[in-house]
């Protein structure tokens, strides 16, 4: 008796030791045995462009790994850039195997965090500019990578032109806090000054304020453009008030164009998203090094406009412009 004894407490001992021995071997296994990864997505804020993004990155995901092979952690920050920081220490802490970063404070908020766990960036317009980078060559060589949501900056210069021909001041409405921003109106500026127009940047701290600053651009512009903005597409409610049926507004993306805008040269934010997932199982599967990858782009950018606002303004779009649904 004693000696079944003992042998019922070796067989419990051995168990408890091979259980032991599976919870440390690498995290959860899928039915098939597969690992299970583990993924950390922080958006900086709810709007239809992110959103989209965030969607077309879990579509890709699901298709690659099957719902049963990863696991997400989603966290929006409301726009608040020190929550960004605080979601990504979360996920640095939770030991995830990759961290999504929707939009740029996310993205600086996950670089600052940890420069081990893999990092992918969507919706950036431009890397170099997020990292302070003069010279930068489409590869980072850290622990991220990602997708940009640049449209040809130069094009959509060209498509003020082409609707508002005899406009004489361009206001440039932008968000100050967020640097990409920056860049685009800094850089749409010079292409519209190349073309005969006087420009003025109107920039805005916040909701707090965006009205303010709306409004004089409207009362000293002949036309204004948005570059992808979050903090303005977060507000396109505010901006289409003052500007509906008094002035023409053209958008860097198809979301804001859809709140306030006449005229865009947009991407699918799906698309990029989707792309971005498929970098993921790449660098989860050990197919590809993030530091090695470099920055993706749009495959294409379409023409799109708005009617309601058109009619507004009795603007007639010019051939070759899809309607926005």
């Known amino acids: 008796m004693k000696m079944k004894k003992n042998a019922l407490v070796l067989l419990l001992v051995s168990a408890l030791s091979l259980s032991l021995t599976a919870c440390g071997d690498g995290g959860k296994k899928d039915p098939s045995g597969e690992k299970v990864y583990k993924v950390g997505i922080s958006q900086y804020v709810t709007h239809p462009a992110l959103d989209a993004a965030t969607e077309g990155f879990i579509d890709a995901m699901n298709d690659i790994f099957g719902e049963d092979g990863w696991t997400y952690d989603l966290q929006n920050a409301a726009e608040d850039t020190a929550l960004c920081s605080t979601i990504a220490d979360a996920f640095v802490s939770d030991g995830v195997d990759l961290i999504m970063a929707n939009a740029t404070p996310a993205l600086q908020a996950a670089a600052a965090a940890t420069g081990d766990i893999p990092i992918l960036g969507t919706s950036v317009t431009e890397y170099g500019v997020a990292f302070g980078i003069s010279d930068f060559s489409g590869t980072l060589g850290t622990n991220v990578s990602g997708t940009s949501d640049l449209a040809p900056l130069d094009q959509q210069a060209a498509m003020i032109k082409e609707w508002c021909p005899d406009a004489k001041n361009i206001g440039l409405l932008y968000c100050s ?63 289409n008030n003052i500007c509906q049926g008094v002035i023409p507004v053209f958008c860097g993306e198809e979301g804001i164009c859809k709140g306030c805008g006449i005229a865009t040269l947009s991407i699918s934010y799906y698309d990029i998203g989707y792309k971005t997932g498929e970098m993921a199982a790449q660098i989860l599967k050990g197919e590809a090094k993030v530091s090695e990858m470099a920055i993706q782009y749009a495959p294409e950018f379409v023409k799109k406009y708005n009617p309601p606002l058109c009619q507004e303004l009795d603007i007639v779009a010019p051939e070759g412009y899809q309607v926005i649904e």
């Open 177 to 239: 806090n967020e640097d990409n921003s920056q860049y685009q109106v800094d850089t749409v500026q010079g292409y519209l000054e190349g073309m005969g127009y006087t420009c003025k940047q109107y920039a805005f701290s916040d909701s707090n304020d965006i009205a303010a600053v709306c409004q004089a651009a409207v009362a000293d512009s002949d036309v204004l453009y948005i570059p992808t903005d979050n903090a303005a597409a977060s507000n396109t409610g505010i901006i």
